[in-house]
C-alpha cells in the first residue's frame, strides 16, 4: 500500500473556489475539494481493495475541523458499514488503520512532510472523537 497526495493544481479542471483551505497546523494547510469528499486529496494505491480505502480516507481527512457531532456521525456511519461487531474493536482497528496509514505515505520530502502532519492530526482528531463515539455508543 502507498498513500499518496493528489495535490490540487490541475485537478479535473478545477477551479481555486472549488476548494477550501484547512490550516492543520500552522506551517500547514492543505487544499480540501468541496465537492469531491471521497476522491480528493489523497490516493491509496497496491491492491483490489485500495478504491474503498480511498475514499474511506478522504472522508475522514475531509472531515477535519468539523464538529464533534459531525464525527460521531461519521464514525457511527463508517462502523456500521464494517465488519465488526463491536465498536470498541471497530475503534481499535481504526487507530491501527490510520497508523499503517502514517507508515506508507509516498511523495517528495515536502508531500510527506505535509501528509504526516494531515494523518498525525486526524491520528489526534479520532482518538478524541472515539472516546465520544465509544460514550455514545
Not at 477551479?15 to 497546523?25: G, K
Not at 480528493?40 to 464538529?67: C, H, K, M, Y
Not at 506508507?104 to 492530526?121: A, I, P, R, Y
Request: hydrophobic share 35%.
Amino acid at each position: 500500500m502507498h498513500v499518496i497526495w493528489k495535490r490540487p493544481d490541475g485537478y479535473l479542471n478545477a477551479e481555486p473556489n472549488d476548494y477550501r483551505t484547512v490550516e492543520v497546523r500552522e506551517d500547514v494547510k492543505i487544499w480540501l475539494h468541496q465537492q469531491d469528499k471521497e476522491n480528493f486529496p489523497f490516493r491509496i494505491s497496491g491492491g483490489w481493495q485500495d478504491e474503498n480505502q480511498t475514499r474511506r480516507v478522504n472522508l475522514f481527512v475531509n472531515n477535519l475541523g468539523a464538529s464533534t457531532s459531525s464525527w460521531i456521525a461519521l464514525l457511527e456511519k463508517d462502523f456500521g458499514s464494517s465488519n465488526y461487531l463491536s465498536p470498541a474493536e471497530y475503534v481499535k482497528s481504526l487507530k491501527g488503520w490510520v497508523e499503517e496509514i502514517l507508515n506508507h505515505l509516498k511523495g517528495d520530502q515536502w508531500e510527506v512532510h505535509v501528509m504526516t502532519v494531515v494523518f498525525e492530526e486526524l491520528r489526534v482528531t479520532l482518538h478524541s472523537s472515539c472516546e465520544s463515539f465509544l460514550q455514545a455508543s
